[in-house]
Every structure is written in structure tokens, then in C-alpha cells.
């Protein structure tokens, strides 16, 4: 019982983190319509970047983490502005191509930058010792991550539904024609959106690289993310929410319970895609993902 709690609970944690990424996978295709197949190097600069004051630099912690967040920002608005806002009113696979594209050199600049070795932050973010919650010790590295990833999904949530930029965003990502007619200057909300979109990545960079440390392959973080948005839906914030715990959790359960009882390793790594094939032969759209109907 003592090891499925634990299952449970490390799901949770790394789930929490899938959420926040998810939640910058939707927010770019809620307004533009776009697959950001760079997310994962999002996540992966924000983890090195927060590194290199953490570490590099012996910056505190918040003052880091602050830095980091307005690093993402500025990088964010220069890529909109240079290599993505020229590619307004192409075809989507262009932007598509354009995004992977984009990975590559990100990739490329971090190996260059920081090699391959795997990096640990000193000293840790947060406290290693554990609590006992009902009983269980569970890491305070491991509560702080998943309130954190919280807060952030609350914080941002918040802000699509009650303020000014998200009822605009929102509305942007209904009809962009409408908008525009409204007053609504869509390029600034193409440029919102992927700066919040690097803001949440770097966080759940730092997140992750906190726990299991960071190296070039931190990437691949992001092609985990993706089934997880997939499975809530690819318009929907409550599920990417969703969908970022229930991939987090499932991954856990499946890949502990193969290792305990049938002496099976690296399920972890394809639990999310079967994960994601069963839902979508059920629910196309995914859970919450909007039904796009075509008449003919």
C-alpha cells in the first residue's frame, strides 16, 4: 500500500509539472491555431538559464527564478517579432516547420553553451527533508513543485477568465476577423500568447531540473507534455490541467507496477502515447477539446 501511495504521489508531482507545460501548448493554439513543436526547448532554456544565475552566477534563488521568467520573456517577443509574426497568413504546416526548426537551434545553442553533461542545481530550490503526510514520507521538494504548479495554473486561469488580455485572447481564438473588428490588435495577442507560453515553460523547467537535474535531453520533456494536452484537449485549460495529472499519474502506476511485478522496464516512457491512442479512439477531440463540425 506504503508503495502505491508512493506512485501516486511522485505521479502527482510530475503531473503538476505536465500540466503547467500543457498549458503552454494551448494557449499558443488558442490563439493562432499553431503547434509550438518547440515547448520542450522552452522548458529545457528556462531549466539552464535559471542554472546559470543559480549556479554560475550565485544569484539567489527568487532573484533567479525572476530572472529567468524575464529572460523567457524577452526571448519570447524577439522570436515572435523576427522569425514568427513574418509568418502570419502562411499556411499552418509552414509555421508547423518553422516551429521545428526553431527546436533545433535552441538545441543546438544549449549544447554548445553547457555540453551534455547532466547539471545539478546548488543549492538545492527547495528543503530535502521530508513530512509525513498520513503517514508517508513525502519530500518538501516534492509539495513545493506541485503547489507551485498549481498556483501557476490557478494564477493564469485567472487571468483568461476575468482579465481585460484574456477575454481578449479568448475571443482572438474564436474568431480572429471578429476580433480585429473590435479593436483588438491581434499581433499583440500572437505575441502574448507565446510570451506567457515561454514564461510557463521555463517554470516547469526549473521544476523538473530541480528534481532530476538538467541536461541537453530535458527536451524530450515536451514530447511527454504533448499527449498529455492531447488527451485534455488541445483548446481546453481545464484540460491540459487534467491531462497533464492523469498522463503524470498513469506513467507512474504503470511503470512502478511493471517493474515490481513483471520485471518490465521503460514503460514510463510509452505509457503516455497508449495512454493517448485509447482516449482518442473514444474521444477524438480529446476530453474537453472542443468538436469542430464541417458541413459540406
Known sequence: MQYLLQLVISGLVVGSIYSAVALGFVIIYKATRVVNFA????????AYVCY????????????A??????????????????VLRPMIGEPIISIIMVTIGLSLVLRSLVTAIWGNDILVYEPKLFPQETVSIGGLPVSQEFIWCFVLSMVLLAVFSAFFKFSKAGVA????????????????SVKSIFA???????IVSGIGGVLIGNINGINSSLYHFGLKVFP?????????????????????????????????????????????????????????????????IERV
Not at 192 to 198: E, G, K, N, P, R
Open 169 to 184: 485572447m479568448r475571443a482572438t481564438a474564436f474568431n480572429q476577423q471578429a476580433a480585429q473588428s473590435m479593436g483588438i
Open 39 to 46: 515547448q520542450g526547448e522552452f522548458l529545457m532554456v528556462g
Open 52 to 63: 546559470a544565475f543559480l549556479v554560475q552566477m550565485h544569484v539567489p534563488f527568487w532573484a
Open 228 to 292: 498529455a494536452t492531447i488527451l485534455g484537449g488541445l483548446d481546453s485549460i481545464l484540460g491540459a490541467a487534467l491531462g497533464g495529472l492523469i498522463i503524470g499519474l498513469l506513467e507512474n502506476l504503470s511503470d512502478g507496477f511493471c517493474k515490481a511485478y513483471l520485471d518490465l522496464s521503460g514503460v514510463k516512457e510509452v505509457a503516455p502515447y497508449v495512454i493517448l491512442v485509447v482516449i482518442l479512439m473514444i474521444k477524438p477531440y480529446g476530453l474537453f477539446g472542443t468538436k469542430e
Open 65 to 82: 527564478l525572476l530572472l529567468t521568467i524575464l529572460f523567457a520573456l524577452v526571448m519570447a517577443m524577439v522570436l515572435e517579432r523576427l
Open 192 to 198: 502574448l500568447s507565446w510570451v506567457i507560453s515561454a
